[in-house]
T-cell receptor
Framework: DAGVTQSPTHLIKTRGQHVTLRCSPISGHKSVSWYQQVLGQGPQFIFQYYEKEERGRGNFPDRFSARQFPNYSSELNVNALLLGDSALYLC?????????????FGSGTRLTVV | QKEVEQNSGPLSVPEGAIASLNCTYSDRVSQSFFWYRQYSGKSPELIMSIYSNGDKEDGRFTAQLNKASQYVSLLIRDSQPSDSATYLCAVNFFGDKIIFGKGTRLHILP
């Protein structure tokens, strides 16, 4: 079975541009969460979606948005990119809401803003 | 502000010894607790979950939870060089989001 898949793997963008990151959860998983991980830090929670509804939002500016589609895949959008947005963006899925099951992570998208 | 605290390390442990990793969290209303392992350049991998006070063992790994002290730990017995990684403590606070600590870097010395 395929795990959590993320695309693209790597991305280089210029300041001020917009980026869309994509995630497909494990088959049967209905919850998708997004995390940002800066080098040397733990993952920072951005969003959680369950059954296509937003269930949680972390302390990130409105430039960050996300959505979940009927097939439970998800997109993370970041507008007006800043140099500080350079990070590894991780998508994680869970069969339930994740609170009891924990998450399975994808390999991540490495975003570099120049 | 709900927080998860870990010593960033690095923690150096001789091969074959017990590695002890610790984590504290800020909110008593917490449901579940997780330990993830992250190798350099890779994504986190779930290795242990614990929900009730006490110990939970899985192979060489033992997770310990003390909700009264808001403390969770991970013991790795017979440490191997392949255990060298960053270990992330994660807590599900009341609700659905899981918050991670900054991680502890563990070095197993051959």
């Amino acid at each position: 079975d395929a795990g959590v898949t993320q695309s693209p793997t790597h991305l280089i963008k210029t300041r001020g541009q917009h980026v869309t990151l994509r995630c497909s959860p494990i088959s049967g998983h209905k919850s998708v969460s997004w995390y940002q991980q800066v080098l040397g830090q733990g993952p920072q929670f951005i969003f959680q979606y369950y059954e296509k509804e937003e269930r949680g939002r972390g302390n990130f500016p409105d430039r960050f948005s996300a959505r979940q589609f009927p097939n439970y895949s998800s997109e993370l959008n970041v507008n007006a990119l800043l140099l500080g947005d350079s990070a590894l963006y991780l998508c994680a899925s869970s069969g339930g809401t994740g609170g009891l099951d924990g998450y399975t992570f994808g390999s991540g998208t490495r975003l570099t803003v120049v | 502000q709900k927080e998860v605290e870990q010593n960033s390390g690095p923690l150096s442990v001789p091969e074959g010894a017990i590695a002890s990793l610790n984590c504290t969290y800020s909110d008593r209303v917490s449901q579940s607790f997780f330990w993830y392992r992250q190798y350099s350049g890779k994504s986190p991998e779930l290795i242990m979950s614990i929900y009730s006070n006490g110990d939970k063992e899985d192979g060489r790994f033992t997770a310990q939870l003390n909700k009264a002290s808001q403390y969770v730990s991970l013991l790795i017995r017979d440490s191997q060089p392949s255990d060298s990684a960053t270990y992330l403590c994660a807590v599900n606070f009341f609700g659905d989001k899981i918050i991670f600590g900054k991680g502890t870097r563990l070095h197993i010395l051959p």
